[in-house]
């Protein structure tokens, strides 16, 4: 999980490079729209997919910063090259 400036991760074997740069997606994410607005949008988004799929699973991996960051994760240079807000290419 990614909260700016940290990410926590549960489980120290957990710790790879995709995790890692998934968060920091996250992060970058967070730092684009500031934090408050970040959360905000993440529920909304996430409850109404939860509303149109009514199954978690589906809800949370249609969200855009989590689309983006899925998409992305495993490509190392993705941060170098991402466009301002890119998130919203996912909606």
Known sequence: M??????LVKNT???SKVLLNHECI?????LETG???FYLWYLLE???????YL???KAYF???FEKEAYIHES???YLKTRKFWAFLNYL
């Open 2 to 7: 990614a909260i700016f400036p940290f990410i």
């Open 13 to 15: 074997r957990a710790k």
């Open 26 to 30: 996250h992060l970058i994410q967070q």
């Open 35 to 37: 934090l408050a607005l």
């Open 46 to 52: 996430y409850l109404i997919r939860l509303i149109c």
């Open 55 to 57: 199954n978690h699973e």
């Open 62 to 64: 249609r969200i855009s």
């Open 75 to 77: 490509d190392t240079d």
